[in-house]
């Protein structure tokens, strides 16, 4: 993700993704199917926006390929 645009659009990309999947309708299908079988959709629910969200937080780490470059004396370049 190179610009703070596509980091925002990521995020509301991921919220969107969990909205969607701990909604009402697919969580009351998964309870039907069972105990376990609702157990299994929340873990990897869970586990899909968790790998999101690192994605995301890789984006701004200090020193990435993704924070400006700056000369010594501090100024963009």
């Given at each position: 993700m190179k610009t703070a645009s596509q980091r925002l659009?990521?995020?509301v990309f991921l919220f969107g993704?969990?909205?969607?999947l701990c909604n009402w309708?697919?969580?009351?299908v998964a309870v039907e199917a069972g105990l376990w079988p609702a157990a299994g959709y929340l873990a990897i629910a869970w586990g899909v926006l968790l790998a999101g969200l690192f994605l995301l937080s890789r984006a701004?780490?200090?020193?990435?390929?993704?924070e400006p470059h700056r000369?010594?004396?501090g100024e963009p370049g």
């Open positions: 659009a990521f995020a993704v969990g909205g969607l309708p697919l969580l009351a701004f780490l200090p020193g990435s390929e993704h000369r010594e004396n």
